[in-house]
């Protein structure tokens, strides 16, 4: 049973002041989006096995790369490959318009893995015109193409042109209108040549068969497969060793084999070596072990992520998306995380939710504060601020799950927003602005926290309930169940008593923040007529709409308009908090029971529509701030120090050219047929 959906993303802003860094952070802005470097603070202190662990599992992230562009599209591949050839061998005017706008494209294809815009998943459209790239394709010698046998250019071209410049081909990644069929017209790559209609028979008879035959029921169906019609009959074709990627597999295996000879303690080796078995076999009993052997490694600092893991990219939430995230504990900042871990039964009694939908046992949520030493699959170049895994719910109630909250990152971002004039254009007063200065920081990082090792891991499932019941709606939902668990607990006097906050303003600049994000600034992401999409986003425009509306009579929130801009001020906080606590007792109902309608009600009534007065307002005074919405990271590179045979040391340095080092992992770490 899958339960996705497990990580945050950051907010649109984050701006808030931080100590002084000469580090240069931001690099480059094209289209909506960003380009920031991340320090990896403490590297340097690694011991030098741990530092070739970093290694060895940094090479095995890069590994998978081509994996998460074949996934999210399959001509992906083919089109950046085509791309980068044009680029490497161009020899035109580099200054003419066309030029650029096709370099921001192949930026573009770069930071979102594909032609698919990363967030909305609606394909994004080049800005030079078809004539010109008939003229750059022509131009590129066809060896350095990647052409199919016997192709012309002029074949190649008539297949790559509207893959590139048709609106209508592929147009959605992850298509979750439940009119349609979802997996007729969604452009992700995990089924071939069937309906959802066929897919939801195949997965029953499926799971239906596990049961007669007493197999495992419990195992995540469909995670690490693409699903296919051949010859009439429908058949899964596995992610491993010898079936399908099997050339990043085995590069990916090859260095956690490496990485296993350096592991920190014995449960970690334990760990790596069922990941490596897992990739050969395929079997996902396998995987599970896997995941069970990895949660009860809790005392290793270096850590990682490695696998098909989040099912955002699966509109039907089966698949998972290759990504791996190489880590080490940040044992200070961890201090934070480890009091909410060790009173995870205490919140869990004391919350809103109903007593027949809690755990009575709430088992080894760890939590801890990391640093972040490489990105890699679908976690670069755009990253989640905080994961919680496995997702398997079983395995999370029986064993735990580990939590993270990724500082480094978090600072990367508030580094570079430091004085950009988002706060001061939508913040009401001068007081939120202040707050936001003050404790912006925390609140974030310590909601954050809260969603990742207390809200995922709380409350249970009825007696026969799937963690698929809720379909469509059940990202959405999953996530505002941690968003509002947080939410409740941020301004509980209890965190003061803790020593986690030093007073309730820390509370309060998180309401300042989700508010104005969920009712308005979030907008900035959404194109003029487009909905709500992202399952993030609709948690976020679900929990603030829906206290908004709710308590309208009592004015706790109410919309202003001042100079003929509108702004969204908090009038009473605390009654602000029960409301985010009721919310929080009918979205745990929702979950506990499956209760696909009310879950649809709820969506569709509050996080999906946009009101096309505000969003016009938002997106004209966000674009006079000139900042992109969006962000991704280059990655830090590694390098072997060696004394003849023998590894001395791992150097650690920041490169500052997102295409160079997309380029560096194109050349080295392609293992896929691009055809
Ligand atoms: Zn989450």
């Known amino acids: 049973m899958m339960s996705t959906a497990i990580t945050v993303f950051a907010s649109p802003q984050s701006g808030t002041e931080n100590k002084k860094d000469d580090f240069k952070y931001f690099t480059e802005q094209f289209a909506d989006s960003k380009i920031l470097r991340y320090q990896v603070p403490g590297f340097e202190n690694l011991s030098l096995q741990q530092k070739k662990l970093v290694y060895y599992l940094s090479q095995a992230a890069l590994c998978g790369r081509d994996i998460t562009y074949d996934q999210n599209f399959k001509s992906n591949l083919l089109i950046r490959t085509t791309l980068e050839a044009i680029y490497r061998n161009f020899t035109g005017d580099r200054n003419s318009a066309d030029y650029k706008n096709f370099v921001i494209y192949l930026k573009r294809v770069w930071f979102c893995n594909g032609i698919h815009h990363h967030y909305s998943t609606d394909k994004f459209l080049p800005e030079f015109s078809q004539d010109y790239f008939a003229v750059i394709v022509n131009q590129t010698k066809p060896e350095a193409l990647p052409l199919a046998k016997g192709q012309s250019k002029e074949q190649f071209l008539a297949e790559l042109t509207p893959l590139l410049f048709n609106p209508d081909v592929a147009p959605k990644r992850v298509n979750l209108d439940p009119e349609s069929d979802l997996v007729l017209t969604s452009a992700s790559n995990f089924y071939a040549g069937v309906n959802q209609k066929e897919a939801e028979e195949f997965y029953s008879a499926m799971k239906k068969d596990a049961k007669k035959n007493k197999k495992d029921t419990l195992i995540s169906f469909g995670l690490n497969s693409k699903l296919v019609k051949e010859n009439g009959r429908i058949i899964e074709k596995t992610y491993k060793i010898g079936g399908l990627y099997t050339g990043a597999i085995e590069q990916i295996v090859m260095w956690l084999e490496k990485a296993q000879t350096v592991t920190e303690t014995p449960e970690q080796n334990d760990a790596v070596k069922k990941l490596i078995a897992y990739y050969r076999s395929g079997d996902l009993v396998t995987w599970d072990e896997y995941n069970i052997a990895w949660v009860k490694d809790l005392n290793s600092l270096v850590d990682f992520v490695n696998g098909f893991i989040e099912v955002y990219g699966d509109p039907m939430a089966m698949k998972g998306s290759w990504e791996s995230i190489v880590n080490f504990k940040d044992v200070e900042g961890s201090k934070r995380t480890e009091i909410l871990s060790r009173n995870a039964q205490y919140f869990e009694d004391i919350s809103p939710v109903a007593p027949e939908f809690k755990k009575d046992k709430v088992k080894g949520i760890s939590a ?139 509370g309060k600049a998180e309401y300042d923040s989700f508010i104005r994000n969920g009712l308005m600034t979030q907008l900035v992401r959404i194109q003029p007529g487009k909905t709500i999409e992202e399952s993030h986003m609709r948690d976020r425009a679900l929990i603030a709409r829906w206290v908004f509306e709710k308590g309208k009579d009592d004015k706790i929130i109410e919309q202003v308009t001042r100079d003929g801009k509108t702004y969204f001020v908090i009038n009473n906080y605390k009654a602000l908090r029960e409301k985010f606590g009721e919310l929080l007792k009918i979205v745990q109902r929702i979950t506990s029971e499956g209760d696909y309608n009310a879950a649809k009600e709820l969506v569709e009534a509050y996080a999906v529509q946009v009101d096309p007065v505000l969003h016009k307002e938002v997106l004209a005074r966000y674009e006079k701030l000139n900042i992109a919405p969006y962000t991704g990271f280059i990655n830090p590179e590694y390098t072997l120090v060696k004394n003849g045979e023998t590894i001395t040391d791992v150097k650690i340095n920041y490169p500052d050219d997102f295409t160079t080092q997309m380029l560096k992992y194109s050349k080295n770490f392609s293992f896929l047929p691009v055809r």
């Open 368 to 506: 801890k504060v990391i640093t972040v030493a490489q990105l890699g699959g679908e976690c670069d170049p755009t990253t989640p601020i905080g994961i919680n895994l496995p997702n398997a719910n079983w395995i999370r109630k029986e064993y735990g799950s580990k939590s993270v909250t990724i500082d480094n990152i978090t600072n990367a971002y508030d580094q570079a927003a430091k004085g950009n004039g988002f706060l001061q254009e939508f913040a009401f007063s001068k007081e939120e602005i202040e707050r936001a200065g003050e404790y912006g920081h925390l609140a974030g990082n310590l909601t954050t926290d809260l969603h990742e090792c207390l809200g995922h891991g709380s409350g249970q499932l009825n007696k026969g309930v799937g963690a698929d019941a809720l379909k469509n709606y059940h990202s959405t939902i999953e996530e505002a169940r941690a968003d509002l668990f947080a939410l409740y607990f941020i301004k509980d006097p209890v965190l003061e008593k803790f020593g986690l906050v030093p007073n309730d303003e820390v």
